[in-house]
């Protein structure tokens, strides 16, 4: 039986790469930026950054960037192509916004069915022109201004890329932008701009929601940023040591912000032996060791109001519940038909191909214990969606290759070294 064991260093938070290139670019003057993840949907920023006049190379282990501050960008020749990436998109229309500048953004098949009419509604209201395919969808294009209204928004759909876009549109706007957010959700960008000296307030209320005030334009100055691992990525391993008996492994450098751990709450209330230790602050985030055992795990219920916090985590934590005893309710999943796939439908009927206990009922996933034997070679879809593709071969490793994936590939959209790493694991 396959066992994981060791120590590994994950690669680079996604999130915050895409972020540490756009502020990186927004600043005045050089920056450095190390261990950026270099994926698919990273680059795909990187190349959108470039055709808006922004230098860019990678020199040995760190990446090189010149900034032209918050109004600096140069109208591109061709359309800005976001690929795979919804992070990319958002933020980067966001971010162009406030540059009197036109361009069209256009992505991949997945990403022109994801809606932006979710950020472009909010800068159409402080006076960006946007057209949009059959009003919701890629291509798009938009004409901004530096002259956008300061204005009172408020965050109706939980999103850190919708909030994220609004922050970026805000940072060239002469005046007071402030933006409600009704729902937590991951805070890398105000993290970065407190680490990169910038003035902004953050007030909460009693009733959880959160008010963000912006006072442009700013100036950001350079500074270098490294990048904490990746704890989404780390929780691939992290459910792959649980389930597999014998396994004992460590995970370091990993980004410990609250918004992105809340998986590790959940599976420690299934039974998981996880321990995790903070070693260091790096770049206004918390980062630290996780060490994890093989345990045996039972199902719970994950109440939707977690759901914000565990957005990329359903595909593994559904990975997770195949092997809890009991029953395994998710509940209030809605927002996972807005992503790479319709992640509600990819983990429902690949894990009822595979034998599973799975129901699906209103945005709910149940699943149930039983002991699935797979005998034959079952082929799975994955929609090219990379956490699936992941998620299913993290299953697999029960299941001694029995789970074909259609599309490998994918993986790398957000961690090409997925398969050499877990290989440095495997024993
Ligand atoms: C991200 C936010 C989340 C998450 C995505 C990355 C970000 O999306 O699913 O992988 O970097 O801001 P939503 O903002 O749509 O929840």
Redesign the pocket.
Known sequence: MIKLQGSLKISGD??IS?RALIFAALSVGESKIRNLLESRDVFATINILKELGIKIRKKSNFWVINGNGTDGFLEPNKALNCENS??TA??MIGAVASNPISCTFIGDKSLSKRSMSRVTNYLEKIGAETKLTKENYLPLMITGSNNLLPYNHSCSI?????K?ALILSGLNIKGKTTIIEKRK??D?TERLMKYLNLNFKIKKFKNKQTLLELNGPYEIKSKDISVASDP?SAAFFIVGALITPGSKIKLTNIALNPTRIEYIKILKKMGGNIRIKKTRKLCGEDVGTISVKSSKLKGINIDSKLS?LL??EYPILSIAATQAKGAMTMKGLG?LR??ESDRIKSIVINLNKLGFNVEEKNDNITIRYSKTVIKNVKKIRTYGDHRIAMSFSILNLLYKDRILIDDKDCIAISYPKFFQHLKQLQK
């Open positions: 996604k999130s895409h919804g992070t958002r933020l939980p999103s850190a890329q919708i994220s959700t991951r890398h989404s914000p957005i990329d927002e807005h992503k």
